[in-house]
């Protein structure tokens, strides 16, 4: 069962647009991270957020943690065809060592 | 040392029968875990090792699997009697005990 839903599921833009990807929860993480997968490889890790309201800038990604801890966003500025992949929030609960994924958004960006 | 690394990158099998994968982790990472994940979602914990020991599994670990990680290296998965709905990716990935979780490129499964 996935705790953490993501949303949009899919999303097709044009180079150069703006994007916001949205992870949401019923519970509270000690952290959340944001990997980027594509086809026939594995998650590769973007961004760790730990405290609420947290705010980390990865050149046109800006990624924030929600001040409960239960929801983050991903957004990405100016986007291009390089940043086409699924992207996946992972959250891990307090006293567990496990991550738990998100459901995805997959971003097509065209040229 | 560069990386996950597992091993079949992609198997086809027939229903029934058994399959294994094997996946060695980074050097020195002491945990080492094993995700599913069908196409289109996100991956599916199943089970992690710190060492040697396999300290969870989820309840999407039927009888049918079982891991191993008998000298806190490597580790293999192996699927028994393999059904259709056990097609998808597994994924492997190692850390140190508080660290950054890397992935392998996965075992790409296929039950016909």
């Known amino acids: 069962t996935q705790l953490l839903e993501q949303s949009p599921q899919f999303l097709s833009i044009q180079e150069g647009e703006n994007l916001t990807v949205y992870c949401n929860s019923s519970?509270?993480?000690?952290?959340l991270q944001w990997y980027r997968q594509e086809p026939g490889e594995g998650p590769v890790l973007l961004v760790t957020?730990?405290?609420?309201?947290e705010v980390k800038k990865l050149k046109r990604l800006t990624f924030q943690f929600g001040d409960a801890r239960k929801d983050s966003s991903l957004h990405i500025t100016a986007a291009q065809p390089g940043d086409t992949g699924l992207y996946l929030c992972?959250?891990?609960?307090?006293?567990?060592?496990?991550?738990?994924f998100g459901t995805g958004t997959r971003l097509q960006v065209f040229p | 040392d560069t990386g996950v690394s597992q091993n079949p990158r992609h198997k086809i099998t027939k229903r029934g029968q058994n399959v294994t994968f094997r996946c060695d982790p980074i050097?020195?990472?002491?945990?080492l875990y094993w995700y599913r994940q069908t196409l289109g979602q996100g991956p599916e914990f199943l089970t992690y090792?710190?060492?040697?020991?396999?300290?969870?599994k989820s309840r999407l670990l039927s009888d049918r699997f079982s891991a191993e990680r008998p000298k806190g290296s490597f580790s293999t998965l192996e699927i028994q009697r393999t059904e259709q709905g056990d097609s998808a990716m597994y994924l492997c990935?190692?850390?140190?005990?508080?660290?950054?979780?890397?992935f392998g490129s996965g075992t790409q499964l296929s039950v016909l």
């Open positions: 957020v730990v405290t609420g309201g």
């Open positions: 090792f710190q060492n040697e020991a396999q300290l969870e």
């Open positions: 519970s509270v993480f000690s952290s």
């Open positions: 990935a190692s850390s140190l005990s508080t660290g950054e979780m890397f």
């Open positions: 050097s020195e990472h002491n945990r």
């Open positions: 992972a959250g891990d609960f307090y006293n567990t060592d496990k991550l738990i």
